[in-house]
Nanobody
Framework: QVQLVESGGGLVQAGDSLRLSCAASGRTSSTYAMGWFRQAPGKEREFVAAISWSGGKTNYADSVKGRFTISRENAKNTLYLQMNSLKPEDTAVYYC????????????????????WGQGTQVTVSS
C-alpha cells in the first residue's frame, strides 16, 4: 500500500502562484498514474489534473487548463502541481491520489480510478 502526504498549500492573493507536492512511500508509486483532486466547502470533490506513470501523458480539468501544470519525479517518488494565476474559485482542499491500476498508460480524470488518497492540503486564494 502506498502512503501519500501533500504539502505546499497556503493563503495567497489572486494572481499568485503556489506549488503543491505529494510525497509517496510504500509500494512503488512510480508505476502508477497519479492525480490531483480538490474539494471546496459544500461542494463535491472534483478532478484537477492527472499524469500517467511515465509522465508522458497528462490530463487537466478545463477550469485549470493553461494555469496549472502537473509533473512527477519518479526518482524522488514525488508528484507536483504548479498553480499559476490563482483565482478565488481555486480555494479548496487539494488531495493527491494514486491509481488503483498499475502501469496504466494514460491519466484518468475520474476519482473511482484511484484507491489511495492523501490527507489534503488547504489552498486559500483571497480576492
Amino acid at each position: 500500500q502506498v502512503q501519500l502526504v501533500e504539502s505546499g498549500g497556503g493563503l495567497v492573493q489572486a494572481g499568485d502562484s503556489l506549488r503543491l507536492s505529494c510525497a509517496a512511500s510504500g509500494r512503488t508509486s512510480s508505476t502508477y498514474a497519479m492525480g490531483w483532486f480538490r474539494q471546496a466547502p459544500g461542494k463535491e470533490r472534483e478532478f484537477v489534473a492527472a499524469i500517467s506513470w511515465s509522465g508522458g501523458k497528462t490530463n487537466y480539468a478545463d477550469s485549470v487548463k493553461g494555469r496549472f501544470t502537473i509533473s512527477r519525479e519518479n526518482a524522488k517518488n514525488t508528484l507536483y502541481l504548479q498553480m499559476n494565476s490563482l483565482k478565488p474559485e481555486d480555494t479548496a482542499v487539494y488531495y493527491c491520489a494514486a491509481d488503483k491500476n498499475p502501469s496504466r498508460s494514460w491519466a484518468p480524470g475520474f476519482s473511482t480510478a484511484y484507491d489511495t488518497w492523501g490527507q489534503g492540503t488547504q489552498v486559500t486564494v483571497s480576492s
